[in-house]
């Protein structure tokens, strides 16, 4: 399994790229994983079209996009882009506009690449190491924040301290009444258009809010495409998503929650909190 160090090389992060709309920010970010190797001019094609079919959902958080679409041949080998934009584009998302930052992914398969996303959804969800990236002035030296090399990634006093906004409530207790028992497992789908980019990101951030909860060992999650969802929606208690996805997705016989930001800890936890009633 890829960590992000092995997935992002420096030579596939750019700044103050200039884009007139999303579909030349999504094509900027696709042209470094080309001359990266890790995909075809095919692959930013497709990149663009997942839009165009499902919609900006791809727009994961305020400001930041996730341009991905599925594994196909026109996928070399596992691989990702940075893009930091130098001004900010419409994606037509209605919450998390204007976007400054795209980050590209290319997936040979659902799988070698969840380490990655694990460690991007932990770095984009904490502020100090998020501003440490917003204020980078080099490729270098936003690499080695990435990689947790430079001084920006190591310095406590360079994160700033979480707004009380936030930060998650204090973890409620699992009780017969409403979390999930102890002889009992559980099943959330977490949702996107491919099944290998969003949904991942999203996964990695309920289950963080799962670990400081302690309810890991009672519910497992599972990131899934949007015809996956509809087949495994019966096994799951909810399934979260984006707006977007959400309007495709339609009756599917159990709730669909939807989750704006899916870099927010604190947002994933009142999901979650609202579909258990605790």
Known sequence: MEDL??????????????AADWREAIGAAGRLMVETGATTDEYTREMVANVEENGPYIVIAP??????????????????????????????????????????LAAKDSAAHTSAMASLARLLGDPGTAAALAAAPTPEALHAVLTGDG???????????????????????????????????????????NGVGTSL?????????????????????????TISA???????????????????????????????????TAEVDAVLRDTYDV
């Open 5 to 18: 160090k092995d997935l992002l090389p420096v030579e596939a992060v750019r700044l103050d790229v200039r």
């Open 63 to 104: 400001g930041v996009a996730f341009a991905h679409s599925r594994p196909s041949p026109a996928v070399l080998t596992t691989g990702m882009s940075w893009v930091r934009l130098a001004e900010p584009v419409e994606f037509g998302h209605e919450s998390n506009d204007p976007v400054t930052l795209v980050v590209a």
């Open 151 to 193: 001084a920006e990634a190591s310095d406590p006093s360079a994160e700033s301290e979480p707004s009380a906004a936030s930060k998650p409530s204090a973890a409620p207790e699992p009780s017969p009444a409403s979390g999930p028992r102890a002889a009992s497992l559980h099943k959330i789908l977490t949702v996107c258009g």
């Open 201 to 225: 990101f999203l996964k990695n951030t309920l289950e963080q809010v799962l670990d400081r909860w302690g309810w890991s060992r009672f519910v497992t999650v599972e990131a899934t495409d």
């Open 230 to 264: 509809k087949g495994k929606a019966s096994e799951a208690v909810a399934l979260l998503t984006s707006r977007e996805i959400a309007r495709t997705l339609g009756d599917v016989g159990r709730p669909v929650k939807v989750v704006q930001d899916f870099t927010s």
